[in-house]
């Protein structure tokens, strides 16, 4: 059946429900029944009961502070059930594991969604002292080692259209100077590797290098992580780069990627 005659049975109710979760991307993580609205050209009362539904299956959680809406739990658990289908997920575990074992830190892999770095898998090491799990997290683009590796590899735009309006500092060590971040993503280009140094985190420090596919495309990041006094140049340059790069080269060949 072509999608021609498919969209012949289109539900428009279940249409604009979709269009309502569609809104929450980006940095709008709580809109309010007016707002969406009017980005919806829809009524206030059919946008309330659009939300009612979707908040009684769980789809949609209203703040009570705010009265805003958000999204709700169900979302979590169906966007999980999806990346524990996707290739890069189920091979990615093994060279998780190795890596917090062999670097003695904890690792994770990540996809870039919008503006932001979504983590689809981490593994803590077992020193008691540790970079706990970012999962159900997001991580900025431009002051992660992760993020790094999306602004720097990813050809489709240059690294100035790659990076976002406005470099938000969180630490006194964020680069929030595009010039100075222009540089630095020249330098990740070329050496395979990005390092952030308590740049989104005080006193925590990663170390990210590109996932390719079969069909060369950059398709996510692997990364180690840990706490800035473990975590210092010496160790960075002898022990944790070599591991990383061997973990994402050997990553991207079970994803087809030839280099």
Request: contains cysteine; aromatic residues 6%.
């Amino acid at each position: 059946m072509a999608w021609r005659e498919k969209s012949n049975y289109m539900i428009q109710s279940v249409s604009h429900a979709l269009d309502v979760l569609e809104q929450f991307q980006g940095d709008a993580d709580e809109i309010g029944v007016t707002e969406l609205s009017k980005k919806l050209k829809l009524h206030k009362n059919n946008v309330f009961r659009l939300l009612a539904t979707l908040e009684a299956r769980g789809y949609i959680e209203q703040n009570k502070l705010t009265e805003n809406y958000r999204l709700g739990l169900r979302c979590l658990q169906l966007g999980q059930n999806y990346v524990q289908r996707m290739g890069i997920l189920s091979q990615a575990k093994s060279t998780l594991q190795e890596l917090a074992k062999g670097a003695k830190e904890s690792s994770f892999v990540a996809v870039r969604k919008g503006s932001f770095i979504i983590p689809l898998d981490f593994v803590e090491t077992q020193n008691a002292v540790r970079v706990v799990s970012l999962l159900g997290g997001t991580l900025p683009l431009h002051c992660t080692a992760a993020g790094k590796v999306y602004l720097a590899f990813d050809s489709e735009k240059g690294w100035e259209q790659n990076l976002p309006e406005h470099l938000q500092r969180y630490t006194d060590k964020t680069i929030v100077d595009r010039r100075l971040l222009t540089g630095q993503l020249k330098e990740i280009n070329e050496s395979g590797y990005a390092l952030e140094q308590g740049e989104f985190m005080e006193d925590v420090v990663s170390v990210a290098v590109p996932i390719r596919d079969y069909r060369r495309a950059l398709v996510g990041t692997l990364a180690i992580i840990g706490p800035a006094h473990r975590l210092n140049g010496e160790r960075i340059q002898k022990e944790t780069v070599p591991l990383i790069l061997k973990g994402g080269t050997e990553l991207s060949k079970r994803l087809g990627y030839q280099p």
